[in-house]
């Protein structure tokens, strides 16, 4: 599945951030080709933005996307990533067993990534996450104080790094697993203590979540340097590899 409903708020003015080009090609296309280079999916469902459907429809028609091998669905999404991620489920057959969630805005996932955790989930883990560690220290800082917002933040604590991980996407999980966090989870969501991604539920659910390692190349197009960034890397596979 395939959460595509996101404005792109940090990314700056413009159409929604998964319809947005990366090198002549829109970003949630090449984030559906990244999960259809996979052997192991045969169905992708995208979350488009809720005023979107028809614009996400009408681009999916005009790239070439997979093989004949893979269906392509599309539904609407919600306010927050986690609904749309509700929402996809929904639209699963019910005979699917494993489910990958990736972010369109992680387009250049390599294959081996996603086929890591596919592999992981099918060896018996219900839940798995692909994951690097950090460069950065990591800094707890208090929260603000609303009445002065200018203030410089206090510094509460520094967690141990290399204990630490940046997560990315695609996660897998044992469908039943799945659903039965976003069913739990569906009205913390609404009461805005929703997750920021799926496997924060299943942690919520105490059902245990594996880590498999990550790649730089599956970063999130967040902010404006990261598409220069995305470019670099699409411009460098070209040169290697014809990609
Ligand atoms: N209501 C939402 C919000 C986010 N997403 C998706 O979740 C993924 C990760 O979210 P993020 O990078 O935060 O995207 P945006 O929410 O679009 O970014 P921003 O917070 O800057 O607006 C993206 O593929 C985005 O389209 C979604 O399907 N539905
Ligand atoms: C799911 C995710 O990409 C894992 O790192 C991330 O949590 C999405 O967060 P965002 O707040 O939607 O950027």
Do not use: C, W, Y
Request: hydrophobic share 45%; no cysteine; net charge negative.
């Amino acid at each position: 599945m395939i959460p595509a409903a996101g404005r792109g708020v940090r990314l700056g003015p413009g159409a929604p951030k998964a319809l947005r080009a990366l090198s002549g090609t829109p970003m949630l296309v090449r984030a559906v080709r990244a999960m259809t280079a996979s052997r192991a999916v045969s169905l992708v469902v995208v979350v488009a933005p809720p005023d979107g459907e028809a614009e996400v429809r009408s681009l999916l028609d005009d790239f070439p996307l997979a093989g004949d091998r893979t269906e392509v669905v599309v539904v609407p999404g919600g306010a927050t990533r986690q609904e749309s991620v509700s929402l996809g489920l929904k639209a699963l057959p019910d005979d699917v067993g494993t489910v990958l969630v990736h972010d369109a805005a992680r387009p250049l996932v390599p294959v081996d990534t996603v086929d890591s955790v596919v592999a992981a989930v099918r060896a018996g883990h219900p839940a798995v996450v692909p994951a690097l560690p950090l460069a950065d220290t990591v800094k707890q800082v208090a929260p603000r104080d609303a009445a002065d917002a200018t203030a410089p933040e206090t510094v509460t604590g520094t967690p141990e790094r290399a204990l630490l991980r940046a997560v990315q996407t695609p996660q897998g999980f044992d469908r039943r697993t799945l659903d039965a966090a976003h069913a739990t989870f569906e009205t913390a969501a609404r009461e805005g203590d929703g997750a920021t991604d799926d496997a924060g539920m299943v942690e919520r659910l105490g059902v245990p979540v594996v880590v498999v390692p990550g790649h730089e190349e599956a970063f999130k197009v967040t902010r404006p340097l990261d598409l220069v960034l995305a470019e670099a890397v699409i411009a460098r596979r070209r040169a290697n590899d014809g990609f």
